[in-house]
């Protein structure tokens, strides 16, 4: 039995961490709820539990064994070294370190073997919550040999946070009822609407989120190699991604084998005569599957149509199996 802590515990991704400990009866003996000083005085739920949120300056990271970081870049570059200083090990959901050659980047159906061998005060980073359904749909292809991957996302609002969701609300309601639409959060409006830019563009027109996808995805499948042209959109919706995905492979098979290797990595394949021929963000939202629709192929070309939770399986749930690793290999 061993104590952990939840930094950032009062955002979206901290709740559902937080609600997947739980309800996976992860072995805590107690779990502290930890955010910034807008959260003073907040509660949180875990399992039938409430927690105090407490203070993030004044949280003894030597309390703890685990510290599960999901607060954002800015904290995590801050307070992550002082935790490892305690002896604690970490996992941060954050783009702070996912690209340092000395920490594993992991998603544990598609490496989790980087954990094996790590020691008490490890930092382990989880990738973007874009970037993990993905590489595990992608991961049992490889041996196809791919060479090009064409991707299109299309992110719900709860990827930009809280108040993102809050804008997207107001925004609608606002426009029902025949009122200007503030818009704060996004630099256009949202509601009936789609935003072809997520993240700042650098010198080549490449926005953060499509760096995000090709340096973290060519990391977390070995690929170096592999040529990945993404394209991300901003998409009225409050939870689950979507990703159109187009895979060139240099080795030509039928149909069915390349379904055969995607069922068996645990993913749910979607048939035409199941759910209506495909999974939507909105019926992939609040469970833990990885969905695959609309399979087809052209030649060495396989496309398909993804979909996810991005808070809870983008996220929290990688997060969590982490620590289950962790915990299972005695890491703390």
């Known amino acids: 039995m061993m ?31 930890v955010d910034g000083p807008e959260h003073e005085a907040a509660t949180v739920s ?70 094996a061998g790590l020691e008490a005060g490890a930092l382990v980073a989880v990738p973007n919550c874009t970037v993990t359904p993905l ?6 292809l490889l041996p196809l040999q791919p060479r090009r991957l064409t991707v299109a996302t299309y992110q719900s609002v709860s990827g930009s946070g809280q108040k993102a969701l809050e804008e997207l609300a107001e925004q609608t309601t606002a426009l029902f009822s025949q009122r200007e639409a503030d818009i704060t959060v996004f630099d256009k409006r949202i509601a009936f609407n789609v935003l072809p830019q997520i993240g700042s563009l650098d010198e080549e027109g490449i926005s953060a989120e499509e760096r995000s996808i090709m340096f973290e995805l060519r990391r977390l499948l070995q690929q170096p190699q592999l040529q990945v042209e993404a394209s991300c959109v901003r998409v009225p919706v409050f939870f689950g991604h979507a990703w159109a995905v187009n895979l060139e492979v240099a080795e030509d098979i039928d149909l069915v084998q390349i379904r055969n290797r995607l069922v068996a990595a645990g993913l749910q394949v979607v048939a035409a005569d199941q759910h209506g021929g495909y999974v939507t963000p909105m019926e992939a939202t609040g469970n833990d599957g990885v969905w695959i629709s609309r399979l087809r192929k052209n030649a060495n070309t396989i496309s398909f149509w993804l979909s996810a939770d991005n808070v809870r399986v983008g996220a929290a749930l990688n997060c969590v199996q982490v620590a289950e690793l962790l915990h299972k290999s005695e890491v703390f």
């Open 135 to 140: 590489a595990m749909a992608l991961r049992p």
């Open 3 to 33: 104590q952990l802590a939840v930094v950032g515990a009062a955002g979206l991704v901290g709740q559902s961490v937080l609600e997947l400990l739980a309800e996976r009866q992860f072995p805590a003996e107690r779990v502290f709820a």
């Open 46 to 115: 875990y399992g039938n539990l409430e927690l105090d949120v407490r203070q993030l300056d004044e949280f003894g990271f030597e309390n703890v064994a685990l510290a599960i970081f999901v607060a954002g870049s800015d904290v995590a570059r801050e307070y992550v070294p002082q935790a490892r200083a305690a002896g604690v090990t970490v996992i941060d959901f954050s783009d702070a370190f996912r690209l340092d050659a000395e920490v594993p980047l992991v998603v544990p159906s598609v490496n989790g073997n980087l954990l």
